[in-house]
Structure formats: C-alpha cells, structure tokens
C-alpha cells in the first residue's frame, strides 16, 4: 500500500487534476466526507488529509510514504528524511513583506530602525531580514497575519501572496518579495528504498502529468 498525504482546499484541489492525468481517480469528496483516509481507483493507493504544514512530518516519519506541501511550508519544516523529486507548479504564490500603507517601511529601513515582524515563517524571515541587515523582532503567528501591522502588534508581516487581493481589502502593502512558491511532491527516503518500483512509477507518472 501507498498512502499519500495531502492538505485540503488548495494542495488537494490543485494535486486532484494531476492525479487524474496520471489515471487515478479519488473515491470520495473531502469537504463532504469527514474521512481522513480516502481510498483512489488504484487499490495499492489512499491519499490521507494532514493539516498543509503537517504533511512533511507525516512523510518524514513514515506516515505517509508521499505527499504534497508548500515550499513555505518545507523551509520551516526543514526537509530532514525528505527526498523532494518534483515541482508541481501549483498552489502558486509568493513570500512578500507587507506593510500598512500609511508606514514608511523604505525610511525606517534606511534609519536602521529596529522592526517588529509578526509571521508564520520566522526561519525565512529571519534570513531574509538578515541578509539585508536589518534588525527585527519576530513575533511568531498561526493565522491572519495581515491582522498585526492593523492593531499595533507588528510594523510589517511576512506572508504568502497571490492575487494581492487581501492584503488591498486590509490596507497593506506588499513592499518585498522574497521568492516564488509553489507546492512540492515530497517522498520518504526509506519508503523509496523499501517500494521502490511503485513509487518511481508513481513519481514518473504525476511527473508525466505535469504541464509542460
Ligand atoms: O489553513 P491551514 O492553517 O491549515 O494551513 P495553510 O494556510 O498553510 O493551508 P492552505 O491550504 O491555505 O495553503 C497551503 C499552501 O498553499 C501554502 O503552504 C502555500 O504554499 C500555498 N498557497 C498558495 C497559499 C496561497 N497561495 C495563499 N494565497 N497559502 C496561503 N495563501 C493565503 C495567504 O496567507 C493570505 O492570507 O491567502 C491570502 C492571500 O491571498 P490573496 O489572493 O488575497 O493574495
Ligand atoms: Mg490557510
């Protein structure tokens, strides 16, 4: 058996049409099943629903043999024990600071003033407001980031961008882009060894199913 991790909304939504290229069909609906293990028209395959920041832990210690996760997601995760063959070019986005749009994030930059930085993603903020020498105070969010530089509790945010929509809607402005995400398949690098004809079938097969 090959179980496949997945995170509902997006990851799943955006994998299903990849897996379906590949010849596999998912037997049930997850926003209408409260399944957590859903089996696919490959018997020897059930895909199971992690929350997305969960899915590296879960292939990494075997949980699951393979699953799909956020490039985000797998610098804060750290991708020990992961082997990560493919970018799926989904789940698209990108990592940007944002400030309120009344708040002179070029001048206090400039000043060399010291920034409070509310985020999800403290490992890439880190580094990135390192690597550009400046000082911050990171203050670690679950959620609703856009909501700190509005009451006070941070100057900027470090959070995933992709229409820019809601960051308009509250106010904010994206002043940095750090990089490009996108969704990776991540593989569990004993199962690999372990089932190894399945899974290269597997890998080769979502691989084929890419867009070109
Ligand atoms: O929701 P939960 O806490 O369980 O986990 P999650 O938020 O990480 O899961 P999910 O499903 O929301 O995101 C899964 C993955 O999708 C992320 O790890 C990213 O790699 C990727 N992704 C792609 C995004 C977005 N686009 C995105 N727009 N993840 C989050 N957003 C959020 C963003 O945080 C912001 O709040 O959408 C909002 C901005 O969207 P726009 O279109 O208004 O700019
Ligand atoms: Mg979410």
Same mark, same amino acid.
């Given at each position: 058996m090959i179980t496949l991790a997945l995170s509902k909304g997006r990851i799943f939504d955006e994998t299903l049409p990849l897996l379906e290229a590949a010849g596999i069909r998912i037997a049930e609906d997850p926003e209408k099943s409260r399944k957590l293990i859903i089996g696919t028209s490959r018997g020897d395959l059930r895909v199971v629903l992690v929350r997305a920041s969960d899915v590296p832990t879960y292939v990494q210690f075997g949980g699951a043999d393979l699953g799909v996760a956020g490039k985000d997601v797998l610098i804060e995760h750290g991708g020990d024990g992961l082997y990560q063959p493919?970018?799926? *070019? !989904?789940?698209k986005c990108r990592m940007s600071v944002a400030v309120r749009d009344d708040f002179d994030y070029a001048a206090a930059v400039r000043q060399g003033s010291r920034l409070r930085v509310a985020t999800k993603y403290t490992l890439t903020a880190r580094q990135h407001f390192s690597d550009k020498g400046v000082h911050v105070d990171l203050i670690k969010l679950?959620?609703?980031?856009?909501?700190a530089p509005l009451t006070g509790l941070a100057d900027a945010i470090v959070d995933m961008v992709s229409t820019g929509a809601t960051l308009k809607a509250n106010h904010l402005?994206?002043?940095? *882009? !750090?990089m490009d995400i996108s969704a990776r398949l991540v593989v569990n690098q004993a199962a690999l060894k372990l089932k190894r004809e399945p899974l290269r079938a597997l890998i080769d097969a979502i691989a084929t199913a890419l867009p070109p």
């Open positions: 493919l970018d799926l *070019r !989904i789940a679950y959620g609703s980031m856009e909501l402005l994206e002043v940095e *882009r !750090i």
